[in-house]
């Protein structure tokens, strides 16, 4: 399914009511919102940011309850360098970078696809690195019900990149970890498969 099929779905009156705003703005920092380039400009910046934050309308519990399976495996599962997007809530400016994701289940797995969707629900959203990181790790901790789950991203802040500090190469790092990753042994497993390069 491809992502675009959303602005289709896009409710066309917030739409417009966004697109009046970025109008407004693209004003106020001196611009002429009529010249040719900027003419569609609100639009299309109105269709960017609600796509940006359609997470707000889904559901990530729903998501991972519909492609759970019974299973006996108990060994660690993960899933490692999942691309993220978010933007942060202070700046509403991009941030991002990667996602690594274990769980040990408890006698049920879940589709591996659902686990990058699960990131982009809570993702596509304002967004502070620790909540994106702790709404993750929540989210799999009370609906899958795993022996342990950990969670560690990875992010670039373009509000640290382009403006401020501006800090070019620095990311940040924030990790979660419950069950049997708040085992030192375990934890450290997880952290040396997520770090080492196995292609
Ligand atoms: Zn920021």
Not at 115 to 131: M, T
Not at 144 to 166: D, F, N
Request: proline share 3%; glycine share 6%.
């Amino acid at each position: 399914m491809s992502p675009y099929k959303n602005l289709e779905e896009y409710n066309l009156e917030i739409t417009d009511e966004v697109r009046s705003r970025y109008s407004s703005i693209i004003d106020e920092i001196g611009e002429d919102v009529s010249r040719e380039g900027l003419v569609k400009t609100p639009e299309r910046a109105a269709k960017a940011m609600l796509f940006l934050t359609q997470g707000y309308k889904q559901d990530a519990v729903e998501i991972l309850k519909g492609a759970m399976f019974k299973e006996d495996y108990d060994d660690m599962v993960i899933i490692k360098d999942i691309e993220l997007y978010s933007l942060c809530e202070h700046h509403m400016l991009p941030f991002f970078g990667k996602a690594h994701i274990a769980y040990i289940p408890n006698g049920h797995i879940v589709g591996l696809s659902k686990i990058p969707r699960v990131v982009d629900v809570f993702a596509r959203r304002l967004q502070v690195q620790e909540r994106l990181t702790h709404d993750i790790l929540e989210c799999i901790n009370e609906t899958l019900q795993p022996k342990g789950v950990a969670v560690v991203i990875e992010a670039s802040h373009m509000c640290m990149m382009m403006r401020g500090v501006q800090k070019q190469n620095s990311v940040t790092t924030t990790s979660g970890f419950r069950g049997q990753f708040e085992k030192i042994e375990t934890r450290n497993e997880f952290l040396k498969l997520i770090s080492s390069n196995l292609s």
